[in-house]
């Protein structure tokens, strides 16, 4: 005899009260991760603008000419600690997520104590996702330029 598992359908309405069930009862713990990790997407956003903005304006715009190296380097230690901070705020957050979704205590203190077991997975999946995305692209690009080259030589066989 044959037993059937019921069928787990997901819908808008379990959605929102599964969500309403873990915020509620730590909404502050949330908003303070939030707060904690809300200024790197302003300054993702705002520094760089501001900081071109500001070097192609007037004589500056002949200082970032000749200190090319600095800016350079200012800008890849820039990226690299936005990108830190975001790793350690995705980690922080999904620990609590889960936790709170199967019901143990959530505290700011342990949420930050999960960085030492979260981080470097995260680094590895990061630099796995990226690897595979950029070998995804160089194989569409590679088809690309193919098919560019087969049609250009159809063109002129026509011609």
Known sequence: ???T???NTVNLDGLLSETKRIL???STHFFTLSLFFLPLAFTLVI???LHLHLHLTGDLFLKFLTNHQKVVIFHLLYFL???FFTLCAIGTISYS???AFIGDPVNYLTTLKSLTFTFFPLVSITIVANLILFATSLAFF???VRLVG???KVCRGKL
């Open 1 to 3: 005899m044959e037993t």
């Open 5 to 7: 598992l019921p069928v």
């Open 24 to 26: 509620k009862p730590h």
């Open 47 to 49: 520094i760089p603008n």
């Open 81 to 83: 600690i936005v990108y």
């Open 97 to 99: 997520t889960y936790n």
């Open 142 to 144: 590679m088809f690309a």
């Open 150 to 152: 087969m049609v250009g």
